[in-house]
């Protein structure tokens, strides 16, 4: 069965960075649609970067282009979040989604749009 794991979270100071990864087993990541999303409790759930099941579309929230980078790495089967000059705001548990069946440009914004979570980790940025 598909299962997606994510580490990295942490405590950082504001312009601090962290790199988020999400294991994926059962599956390949190579014909996949991932994506990271955010949620503070109470909160809902935030679309943060998404990469194309090519490995070459990528897609950011305004909030954190240009901060963030999502990328893959197939060898791994592993998504990544590097995390740049990071703001207190960004705080929240981070979450990786994924779907093994080709989606449109404009389904990967959507939560409801993804197949697979995992668990999420949390990141905290202090002032």
């Known amino acids: 069965q598909v299962q997606l794991v994510e580490s990295g979270g942490g405590l950082v100071q504001a312009g601090g960075s962290l790199r988020l990864s999400c294991v994926v087993a059962?599956?390949?990541?190579?014909?996949?649609?991932m994506a990271w999303f955010r949620q503070a409790p109470g909160k809902e759930r935030e679309f943060v970067a998404a990469?194309?099941?090519?490995?070459?579309?990528?897609y950011y929230a305004d909030s954190v282009k240009g901060r963030f980078t999502i990328s893959r790495d197939s060898t791994k089967n592993t998504v990544y979040l590097q995390m740049n000059i990071l703001k207190p705001e960004d705080t929240a548990l981070y979450y990786c989604a994924a779907i093994f069946t080709p989606i449109t440009p404009a389904k990967v914004l959507v939560p409801s749009a993804y197949s697979y979570w995992g668990q999420g980790t949390q990141v905290t940025v202090s002032s």
């Open positions: 990469i194309g099941w090519n490995g070459y579309n990528t």
């Open positions: 059962g599956r390949t990541v190579s014909t996949s649609s």
